[in-house]
């Protein structure tokens, strides 16, 4: 299954609110899970089933979708946001992660 | 709480073999649900899962890897091996070791990184 993110970049504003893609090439039901990576540091879990968001982060933090075209949105945006966003299938083996989007404030 | 550590050489030669193991605490590969998955990142690059060790000593292994790729696990000691053979300079990058429930990985190690070099 191949996941693809869109945009690549995202430039935005502290307090702004953004919304990162993720389509898959098949249907992966709810199966898809979020994470956040920042520099040097190894990736955090951030919303599985598509919508649940993981224990440890805020709840302007929220994911959206089913099939195939699933969202994560983050509303009013802080600087510790910065990072990159990963996007997960794990509906079919071998999981595969989108390419994700790196978000700078 | 549950932990997870990476370990293993930081430089290989192209075609040796490469043998990471995961050191954990906190949880039990026993524990119905459980598995422990390896996942690498080429510098800059994005994820690929590379194999998945389950509670039951089920095994997964990447389609595109799996003639090079054995995982095993020690219950006993807290322990998953990965070996990767016959390893080429784009086997570079940093191993992570993921704890996994019901796929959800949900726990990370920090990663080792592993060069590869000719």
């Known amino acids: 299954v191949v996941m693809t993110q869109s945009p690549a970049t995202l430039s935005v504003s502290p307090g702004d609110r953004v919304t990162l893609s993720c389509r898959a090439s098949q249907s992966v039901d709810i199966n898809l899970a979020w994470y956040q990576q920042k520099p040097g540091q190894a990736p955090k879990f951030l919303i599985y089933?598509?919508?649940t968001r993981a224990t440890g982060f805020p709840a302007r933090f929220s994911g959206s979708g089913s099939g195939r075209a699933f969202t994560l949105t983050i509303s009013s945006l802080q600087s510790e946001d910065s990072a990159v966003y990963y996007c997960q299938q794990y509906h079919k083996w071998p999981y595969t992660f989108g390419q994700g989007t790196k978000l700078e404030i | 709480q549950i932990t997870l550590k990476e370990s293993g050489p930081t430089l290989v030669k192209v075609t040796q073999t490469l043998t990471l193991t995961c050191t954990f605490s906190?949880?039990?590969?026993?524990?119905?649900?459980?598995?422990v998955a390896w996942i690498r990142q080429p510098p800059g690059k994005a994820l690929e899962c590379l194999a998945l060790?389950?509670?039951?000593?089920?095994?997964r292994y990447s389609p595109s890897l799996k003639t090079r790729l054995t995982v095993a696990g020690d219950t006993s000691k807290n322990q998953v091996v990965l070996t990767l053979t016959n390893v080429d300079p784009v086997d570079t990058g940093t191993y992570y070791c993921?704890?996994?429930?019901?796929?959800?990985?949900?726990?990370w190690g920090p990663g080792t990184l592993v060069t590869v070099s000719s």
């Open positions: 993921v704890h996994s429930f019901w796929s959800l990985h949900n726990h």
């Open positions: 906190g949880f039990s590969l026993s524990t119905s649900g459980v598995a």
């Open positions: 089933s598509a919508s």
């Open positions: 060790i389950y509670w039951n000593d089920d095994k």
